[in-house]
């Protein structure tokens, strides 16, 4: 049986499991993805964009970090109940120390961020909602780390998520993602069973070529300092809505 987005229970999301696995330090797959994406925001003049999204931001503070200069706004929308809760927490009550070392890469390779890790986190509004029920053409840049593939096992409803993705910016709108690559069904913690689309920069060409300009696809090694959820690296992706 093919496991689809409305087959899963997103509330129970595995927070501290994935959080603990992933994100307690910045691992070298962490640190290619944020200097990739931190040559892409360099080009963006600092405050020139109103909205920005986090497409299915589930509990990472990184890609929200990374899009604060450009953005006078970053909406982190997620389905998720427990991942909701633990990014509002993170802006309300303060960020976890562990995020200190992601914002101080983040800085580094792109000097515009604000010099704290809590002012970075400021234009952040969580949204506790369904991506595909975004409005077309919202924002003026999305940004996605492994949600398309990671909310599926199927691999229409994969391209389904890249097209929403790409429908939720004005034409001309910024586009930066994140894919593990030839990621299957995978687990987290001792237990939990999550979906997985394999993909690769082939299939994610092929579906983003028609929708945008200007794209650039490349890849990355697995990671050994993580799990082995069965990918062979990441996928990494920007351009911009035709
Ligand atoms: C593999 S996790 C990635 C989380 C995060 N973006 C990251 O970089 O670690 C996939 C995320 O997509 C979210 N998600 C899945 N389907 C969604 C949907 N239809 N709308 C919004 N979020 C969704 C899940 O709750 C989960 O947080």
């Known amino acids: 049986m093919t496991t689809h ?32 994406h931190s040559a892409f925001y360099r080009r963006l003049p600092p405050g020139s964009l109103g909205r920005s999204v986090e497409f299915g931001a589930g ?11 450009a953005s006078r706004r970053v909406e982190a929308v997620e389905a998720g109940a427990g991942n909701v809760a633990y990014l509002e927490q993170q802006i309300l009550d303060g960020p976890d120390a562990s995020w200190l070392p992601f914002h101080e890469l983040c800085r580094r390779l792109n000097p515009a961020l604000p010099a704290t890790l809590a002012g970075s986190l400021a234009p952040v509004h969580v949204v506790h909602a369904d991506v595909r029920e975004l409005p077309p053409g919202r924002y003026d840049l999305a940004s ?27 034409p001309g709108g910024y ?14 913690g001792p237990a939990s069973r999550w979906p997985g689309c394999p993909v690769d920069p082939d299939i994610v060409t092929s579906v983003f070529a028609p929708l945008t300009r200007e794209l650039a696809v ?13 990918d062979s690296g990441m996928v990494l992706l920007a351009g911009r809505a035709r």
């Not at 990472?60 to 200069?69: C, E, F, G, H």
């Not at 996605?144 to 409803?157: C, N």
């Not at 890849?219 to 050994?224: C, L, Y």
Request: proline share 7%.
């Open 59 to 69: 509990p990472n503070v990184y890609p929200l970090i990374l899009a604060a200069a």
């Open 144 to 170: 996605m780390h492994f949600v398309a593939e990671g909310a599926t096992e199927d691999r229409a409803e994969f391209a389904a998520f890249c097209r929403t993705f790409v429908g939720c910016v004005a």
């Open 218 to 230: 490349t890849r990355i090694d697995a990671d050994p300092t993580l799990p082995d959820y069965g």
């Open 175 to 188: 586009l930066v993602a994140a894919f593990m690559e030839n990621m299957p069904t995978y687990r987290i």
């Open 5 to 36: 987005n409305d087959d899963v229970d997103w509330d129970r999301w595995p927070v501290v499991d994935y959080l603990a696995e992933n994100y307690r330090e910045v691992h070298p797959c962490d640190a290619a993805v944020i200097a990739h």
